[in-house]
C-alpha cells in the first residue's frame, strides 16, 4: 500500500536460545506452549504482519502476555525482531545498525510509555524537550518549542514544577508533549492511559483525539481495553498468545469476528458506542407533500410493512406521518383530508456519524429518525425497533446466521 | 590423619616473594616510582595550602560547610572541635592528615567513579572487578604495605597508595549500584527517543545515581581515615604518627590526644559528606543545582520555591 508509514511484515520475537530452532518448529505449527515445554524458549511474536496508514489510529488490543507490549517495542527496535521486516519509511528497522536506529528514533518514531518514564531531576520543560536535547537543539529553541507543546496539552503555566508535583493524568499529558514535541510523525503510545483512574482516563483519550484532529500523526496505540480500542481506533489489530488474530475497524471486529475468542471478547462491550446511525440505517421510501393522496399513502404503508413514512416537500423533509393518523383521518368523513392535516413536523434528526446510544432517545418517540447530511437532505432512515435489535446484538447475530446459511446453501 | 600436606607442599610464600622481589620490583620499580608523581603533587599542593591557611579561616569554612549541609548543630561543633585540637597541639598534624585524606578520596574519585560507571555498563567488566574488590576490601592492609614500600618506598605518598588500596572499593561499588539502580523504563525512554550511550550517562545515570555515588565517597573518605594511623607505619605523617608515636612510647596521653584529632576530623567530614548526599538526593537534584544551592546564601527549599514563584 502506498501510504503505509509503518509496515510490519512476519514479525517474530523469540525469547531464548536456539532462535532458529524455535522459528522451525513454529513454521511446524507447534503452539506457543509446546514450544516453552520442549525448548524453554519463549514465543513474544508470531507472525506478525500488518500496515499502519499515514495519519490513522492504530490500536493494538490484547490481554497481558498477548505480545502487545514486545510488538511496540519492536516497532522501534528497542526489542529487535528475531525475525521479519519492520518498514518505517522504506527503511527496515530489523536490519539497521545502532546509529541508524538511533536517527529513525530521533526523526521518525517517539514513544509513551504506560508509567509515564518522566525524568524526575528535570521540569516539564526540560523533559518536553528531551527529544530536541538529544537532536543537538540548542536550549534556546528547544525551550521555546517544549513552552509551545505544554502550551497545546494545557500544561504551560507549569512549565518550571518538576514532574513529582503532578497528578497523574497530569504526567502523561507531559509524556505526550514529550513525544510531540519531538517532531516525528508516528508515535508509538504503549498503555498510555492504563495507569490512569477511569475518569481522567476517558479524558484523556478525548484530548487525545482532539489533538490528533489537528496533529495527524500515525499512531500505534496498545491497550487492554476493548472499550478504548473500539472508541480510539481507526482500525485494531487483536492479539493473542503473541498472534495477531484479527484486523480492521471497530465495526468490522464486532460484527464479524474472526474466532471465538474475539467474539468472548466483544460480547460484552457497549455496542451503542460502536455503532452508528449509519451502521442501522436503510434507504428511506418518501412520499411527496403534493402529489400523493391520503388513500396511495396508506397503500404504500401496508404493502411496505411500515408504520410511519417521511413525506418531502420538494428537496425538503416536510414531515413525517403515521399510519395510525391517516387511517383515523380516513375515517373522517370530510373528503378534503389531505396529507397536510395528519403531517407530524416535530421528527427526529442525526447525522450518520451519531452514535447508536445517542439514538435513544431518539428512538423513544416511536417515530422513524431521520438521518440527514450537512445540508439538511434525507439520506436515510433508522427504524427504532433496529436499534434495540443493534444494541442487543439480535440483528447482528441474525444477519452472521444468514450468512452461514446461505455459505452452507452454496456448494449444494 | 592423612592430609593434602602429606603429598605435596606448596611453597606459596617462596613464589610471591619471587614474583615481587624477583620481578615486580625491579623491572617496574621506575614505573611506580613515576606513578605516585601526580599523587605527590596533590599531595603537595593541598599541605601547603592547610597550613598557610590561618587556622580560624580554616575553621570558620569548615563551620559554614558543616551550616548548610548538616545545620547549626554540627557548625558548633566544628567550631568547637577545630579549636579543642589547636590548644592541644595538634593544629598542623590534623591539617596534614586532612591534607593526606583529601587526595586519597579525590585519587579514589577519580579512579572509582569511572571504574564504577565502567562496572554499571558491562556485566563482563563488573564481573572482573568485584573480586578485585573483595580482596581489596578484606585483604588484611598490613599484607600490602611491604610490596607498596618496596615499589614506592617510605613517605607520604606511599601512605596514601596503600589508603587508596583499602578505600576505593567503596566508591565503585556503591557508583555500580546507583547506576544499575536507575529505573529501567527511564533508561527505556532515553533509549526510545535515541539518545546515545554518553547522553543517556550525563543526562540520566550520574544525576539519578548522585544520591548513591555520594554515599560510596562518604564511605570511601571513613575508611580512609581509618587507614590514618596504619599509613604512618610506613612514613605518613600528621596525626596518625602522633598515634604511633605514642604508641611507641607508651604515652597514653599523646595516643589519645592524636586519636581525639582523627575523631574530630572524622565526624565533621562525616556530617557534611552526608548531608552533601541527602541534598543530591532531595527531588533528585543534580550535581550543579546541589553544588549550587551549596554556594547560594542560605538557599534552603522555601528560597528556591520564591525563586520559582518570581
Same mark, same amino acid.
Given at each position: 500500500m502506498q501510504? &503505509? #508509514?509503518?509496515?510490519?511484515?512476519?514479525?517474530? #520475537?523469540?525469547?531464548?536460545?536456539?532462535?532458529?530452532?524455535?522459528?522451525?518448529?513454529?513454521?511446524? @505449527?507447534?503452539s506457543k506452549q509446546e514450544i516453552l515445554a520442549q525448548t524453554g524458549a519463549t514465543v513474544g511474536v508470531q507472525d506478525a504482519s500488518f500496515e499502519v496508514r499515514e495519519g490513522e489510529i492504530f490500536?493494538?488490543? %490484547?490481554?497481558?502476555?498477548? /505480545?502487545?507490549?514486545?510488538?511496540?517495542?519492536?516497532?522501534? /527496535? *528497542?526489542?529487535?525482531?528475531?525475525?521479519?521486516?519492520?518498514?518505517?519509511? @522504506?527503511?527496515?528497522?530489523?536490519?539497521?545498525?545502532?546509529?541508524?536506529?538511533?536517527?529513525?528514533?530521533?526523526?521518525?518514531?517517539?514513544?509513551?510509555?504506560?508509567?509515564?518514564? *518522566?525524568?524526575?531531576h528535570w521540569t516539564l520543560a526540560e523533559n518536553v524537550a528531551y527529544g530536541l536535547k538529544i537532536n543537538g537543539v540548542p536550549r534556546e529553541s528547544r525551550h521555546k518549542r517544549a513552552l509551545e507543546v505544554l502550551e497545546q496539552v494545557g500544561? &504551560?503555566?507549569?512549565? +518550571?514544577?518538576?514532574?513529582?508535583?503532578?497528578? /497523574?493524568?497530569?504526567?502523561?499529558?507531559?509524556?505526550?508533549?514529550?513525544?510531540?514535541?519531538a517532531g516525528s510523525?508516528? *508515535?508509538?503510545?504503549?498503555?498510555?492511559? /492504563?495507569?490512569?483512574?477511569?475518569?481522567?482516563?476517558?479524558?484523556?483519550?478525548?484530548e487525545l483525539l482532539n489533538l490528533q484532529q489537528t496533529l495527524k500523526k500515525t499512531i500505534v496505540f496498545i491497550t487492554h481495553d476493548l472499550n478504548e480500542a473500539l472508541l480510539l481506533g481507526n482500525r485494531i489489530a487483536i492479539m493473542k498468545d503473541g498472534c495477531i488474530v484479527q484486523i480492521g475497524t471497530a465495526q468490522e471486529i464486532v460484527t464479524a469476528p474472526a474466532d471465538d475468542y474475539v467474539a468472548a471478547f466483544v460480547a460484552d462491550i457497549d455496542r451503542g458506542r460502536v455503532f452508528t446511525a449509519d451502521d442501522v440505517s436503510s434507504q428511506p421510501t418518501t412520499i411527496q407533500l403534493r402529489q400523493t393522496s391520503v388513500r396511495d399513502a396508506l397503500r404504500m404503508m401496508e404493502q411496505g410493512g411500515a408504520h410511519a413514512l417521511y413525506v418531502m416537500d420538494g428537496e425538503r423533509v416536510a414531515g413525517v406521518v403515521t399510519y395510525q393518523q391517516l387511517a383515523a383521518s380516513e375515517m373522517d368523513p370530510s373528503p378534503t383530508t389531505t396529507l397536510q392535516d395528519a403531517l407530524i413536523t416535530d421528527f427526529p434528526t442525526v447525522d450518520a456519524s451519531t452514535s447508536l446510544s445517542e439514538l435513544y432517545g431518539a428512538a423513544g418517540s416511536g417515530l422513524p429518525i431521520a438521518v440527514? +447530511?450537512?445540508?439538511?437532505?434525507?439520506?436515510?432512515?433508522?427504524?427504532?425497533?433496529?436499534?434495540?435489535?443493534?444494541?442487543?446484538?439480535? &440483528?447482528?447475530? &441474525?444477519?452472521?446466521?444468514?450468512?452461514?446459511?446461505q455459505a452452507n446453501a452454496q456448494p449444494r | 590423619m592423612l592430609s593434602p600436606a602429606d603429598i605435596v607442599t606448596l611453597p606459596f610464600d617462596d613464589w610471591v616473594n619471587a614474583f615481587v622481589r624477583g620481578w615486580l620490583v625491579p623491572n617496574f620499580r621506575p614505573f611506580f616510582r613515576a606513578a605516585q608523581v601526580p599523587i605527590t603533587s596533590v599531595l603537595g599542593w593541598l599541605e601547603a595550602a592547610f597550613l598557610a591557611v590561618p587556622m580560624l579561616v580554616t575553621t570558620a569554612l569548615f563551620a559554614l560547610a558543616a551550616w548548610k549541609t548538616a545545620g547549626r548543630g554540627m557548625a558548633i561543633f566544628t567550631i568547637l572541635g577545630f579549636a579543642f585540637v589547636d590548644m592541644i597541639g595538634l593544629w598542623d598534624d590534623t591539617m596534614t592528615t586532612l591534607a593526606m585524606i583529601l587526595t586519597a578520596v579525590f585519587f579514589c574519585a577519580v579512579i572509582g567513579i569511572p571504574a564504577g560507571i565502567l562496572a554499571a555498563r558491562s556485566n563482563l567488566a563488573w564481573r572482573i572487578m568485584r573480586p578485585v574488590l573483595d580482596v581489596m576490601q578484606t585483604i588484611p592492609s598490613f599484607v600490602y604495605l611491604v610490596p607498596i614500600v618496596m615499589l614506592f618506598g617510605v613517605g607520604m605518598t606511599p601512605g596514601i597508595i596503600a589508603t587508596i588500596v583499602f578505600a576505593l572499593p567503596p566508591i565503585v561499588r556503591l557508583t555500580n549500584l546507583g547506576i544499575r539502580n536507575v529505573r529501567a523504563d527511564l533508561i527505556e525512554a532515553a533509549e526510545a527517543f535515541g539518545s546515545t550511550g554518553w547522553q543517556m550517562l550525563w543526562d540520566l545515570q550520574l544525576?539519578?545515581?548522585?544520591?548513591?555515588?555520594?554515599?560510596?565517597?562518604?564511605?570511601?573518605?571513613?575508611?580512609?581515615?581509618?587507614?590514618?594511623?596504619?599509613?604512618?607505619?610506613?612514613?605518613?605523617g600528621g596525626l596518625g604518627l602522633v598515634v604511633n608515636t605514642g604508641l611507641g612510647r607508651m604515652d597514653v596521653g599523646g595516643a589519645t590526644a592524636g586519636g581525639v584529632g582523627i575523631v574530630v576530623l572524622a565526624i565533621v567530614l562525616d556530617r557534611i559528606t552526608q548531608g552533601l548526599?541527602?541534598?543530591?538526593?532531595?527531588? %533528585?537534584?543534580?550535581?550543579?543545582?546541589?553544588?549550587?544551592?551549596?554556594f547560594r546564601p542560605r538557599a534552603t527549599a522555601p528560597a528556591l520555591e520564591a525563586e520559582k514563584a518570581g
Open positions: 501510504d &503505509a #508509514k509503518l509496515a510490519v511484515s512476519h514479525a517474530f #520475537k523469540i525469547f531464548g536460545n536456539d532462535a532458529p530452532a524455535v522459528l522451525k518448529l513454529l513454521r511446524q @505449527g507447534k490500536v493494538v488490543m %490484547g490481554l497481558s502476555g498477548s /505480545g502487545k507490549s514486545t510488538l511496540v517495542r519492536m516497532l522501534n /527496535g *528497542l526489542i529487535p525482531p528475531t525475525a521479519g521486516q519492520i518498514l518505517i519509511g @522504506g527503511e527496515d528497522i530489523a536490519q539497521a545498525s545502532p546509529a541508524a536506529l538511533r536517527r529513525i528514533r530521533r526523526d521518525k518514531i517517539s514513544m509513551i510509555f504506560q508509567h509515564f518514564a *518522566l525524568f524526575p500544561l &504551560a503555566p507549569w512549565a +518550571d514544577s518538576l514532574p513529582s508535583d503532578l497528578s /497523574g493524568g497530569m504526567q502523561q499529558r507531559v509524556g505526550l508533549a514529550r513525544g510531540l514535541a510523525d508516528i *508515535l508509538l503510545m504503549d498503555e498510555p492511559f /492504563g495507569a490512569l483512574d477511569p475518569l481522567i482516563r476517558r479524558e484523556m483519550q478525548m440527514t +447530511d450537512e445540508r439538511e437532505r434525507l439520506v436515510a432512515v433508522v427504524e427504532p425497533s433496529d436499534v434495540l435489535a443493534h444494541l442487543s446484538g439480535d &440483528a447482528v447475530a &441474525a444477519e452472521a446466521l444468514a450468512n452461514k446459511e | 544525576p539519578l545515581a548522585m544520591r548513591t555515588i555520594m554515599a560510596g565517597l562518604n564511605q570511601t573518605l571513613m575508611m580512609a581515615l581509618s587507614m590514618v594511623v596504619i599509613a604512618a607505619l610506613i612514613g605518613g548526599a541527602e541534598r543530591s538526593g532531595v527531588r %533528585g537534584a543534580s550535581l550543579r543545582q546541589t553544588l549550587a544551592g551549596f
